[in-house]
């Protein structure tokens, strides 16, 4: 009969026991001490060994082996009958389904027989949790005052939902994350045993797919040893375990931050109709923004990631271009919609919903953007060329400190983008401002502050009518507080349009008019 790979390849003593070595430690020590505590919690997330432990430790209350060091030997009558699972004083219950009162009071009793075969009766506890208050209850005198010869392990996944008089009883031991390298050493070492060749590309995509369970990681190596090939690629990895490729994710990211909401629902489309799992691809997606998060922060992220230099490079080429702001927002939208799909039988609508989410945000605006669209850089280029030069002669410098401040957006196309950007986001609270964009040009863009250059003083006057809405609106494209200021294309204190209109009235009355 066939046995699953995570079952044939099940520590059965101490020694095989891999990335839990401070419980390893702990628990030799007490047995060749005799110093084994009488109830033991063990508590970690699924695959990380809890139940297996337990049953080591079964095997070395009970082992014959001399060597009290050694134990258990895995190779005595005692060891090889817990591992067959025949072993009449090694007791497992799933308290998932015997989570009642009645299923306690029956273990309880059975307790107050002494052990038939071995030195210790074990009780084995899985999904401690799952039991109810009452069958806690009856375990309680159990817990604090066992027979000697008992010896009680609870394992769980969730120890907070256990009662603190339980908690209180038990000598705790948390069970670690698999470490992501230690994982795939030891897929490695599988491989080979089987004859099987697996690059480390694949190693790592099993490796992170199986997010620190040694069962899931196992499980997920079977699958692609179920193929028959010799040789697992990750490209073979990706394919069977209905992973996209990083390529993708970057490419995705692309035409979301350049706002493709089309092209970036077509890329979805396509990937699912491939045979994509929706839910797999939104937590997908989810971890390549937070892949983007660390690259931010961390120098060396190649270990902590698990990708080649290469792919941690176009990731950190790709973070170079958003603002951390941007990025959380996409964390927080995407992790909505993966709680969402929980409970939903549409999965796949939550994830394009959250895509448009993403690609008609305001962007928060960066200084080298990667692509703009072909339509929208040519109007940049063109409207930046038709714009009025102010003679060096005729101008003047504005304040000293602004003339200091470093402009942050030193491309005149970009800042032709984003003054189109601040007006169509300003138009929409109020629509006479929109009408002001190709009245006045966006001539810098600092840490505080953004200097806009008006055509008139009219002009200037409707825009200091509207500071509240244009700065708002700026705040929330680049991200950052920002704080308008305004001046007209000569001077300050000049206004152009009510200098023209005296002069008119000068020549018509004949006399020099002075108005205050």
């Not at 084994?36 to 209350?61: D, E, N, P, W």
């Not at 000697?148 to 209180?168: E, G, R």
């Not at 958003?322 to 927080?332: D, K, L, R, S, Y």
């Not at 983008?417 to 009245?439: F, H, P």
């Amino acid at each position: 009969m066939y046995t699953a790979l995570y079952r044939a390849e099940r520590p059965e003593t101490f020694e095989q026991v891999i990335g839990q070595e401070h419980i390893v430690r702990v628990l030799r020590n007490q047995v060749a001490t005799d110093t084994v505590s009488h109830a033991y919690l063990f508590c970690g997330t699924r695959g990380t060994g809890k139940t297996t432990v337990a049953r080591i430790l079964a095997k070395a209350v009970n082992c014959t082996d001399e060597d009290v060091h050694g134990r258990p030997c895995g190779k005595c009558a005692s060891c090889q009958a817990i591992k067959n699972g025949t072993f009449v004083d090694v007791y497992e219950m799933d308290a998932a389904s015997n989570r009642g009162i009645d299923d306690a009071r029956d273990l309880r009793d059975s307790t107050g027989y002494a052990p038939a075969a071995g030195r210790k009766k074990v009780y084995i506890i899985d999904e401690a949790h799952m039991l109810t208050q009452a069958a806690f209850n009856a375990l309680l005198k159990t817990l604090e005052e066992p027979p000697a010869d008992v010896i009680m392990i609870l394992a769980t996944t969730d120890p907070q939902k256990l009662p603190q008089t339980i908690l209180s009883r038990c000598q705790r031991l948390d069970f670690r994350r698999m470490n992501h390298q230690l994982l795939m050493e030891h897929m490695k070492g599988i491989c080979e045993k089987r004859g099987i060749n697996i690059t480390e590309g694949a190693l790592g995509v099993l490796a992170a797919n199986a997010d620190g369970s040694v069962r899931d990681g196992l499980s997920l190596l079977e699958q692609c040893l179920a193929t028959g090939e010799k040789e697992i690629t990750r490209e073979l990895a990706l394919e069977y375990l209905g992973v996209a490729s990083q390529d993708f994710f970057i490419d995705l990211v692309n035409k979301i931050i350049n706002n493709k909401v089309g092209e970036a629902l077509l890329g979805i489309n396509q990937l699912i109709d491939s045979g994509k799992d929706t839910k797999q691809l939104t937590k997908d997606i989810l971890a390549h923004y937070r892949n983007l998060m660390l690259v931010k922060y961390i120098e060396n992220p190649e270990n902590m990631l698990n990708l080649s230099s290469e792919n941690v490079e176009a990731l950190r080429k790709q973070s170079s271009y958003m603002e951390m702001g941007n990025i959380n927002q996409a964390i927080m939208t995407l992790a909505q919609a993966i709680n969402d799909g929980r409970y939903s039988t549409q999965p796949r609508i939550l994830l394009e919903l959250a895509i448009v989410k993403l690609s008609t945000m305001d962007s928060h605006f960066v200084s080298e953007p990667i692509k703009f669209d072909a339509e929208q850089k040519a109007r940049a280029v063109a409207e930046a060329k038709s714009a009025t030069q102010t003679p060096a002669s005729a101008t003047k410098p504005i304040v000293e400190e602004e003339a200091q401040e470093k402009n942050v957006v030193p491309n005149k196309e970009d800042r032709v983008i984003l003054w189109n950007r601040i007006c169509d986001r300003a138009g929409q609270v109020r629509k006479s401002v929109g009408t002001l964009r190709k009245k006045a040009d966006l001539v810098e863009v600092g840490e505080n502050t953004f200097t806009l250059k008006a055509d008139t003083g009219a002009t200037k006057r409707r825009l200091e009518e509207a500071e509240q809405i244009l700065s708002e609106a700026a705040t929330m494209i680049v991200g950052r507080p920002l704080r308008m200021k305004c001046h007209i294309n000569d001077t300050p204190d000049e206004d152009e349009g009510d200098k023209a209109m005296m002069e008119a009235l000068s020549k018509m009355f004949g006399d020099t008019l002075n108005v205050k």
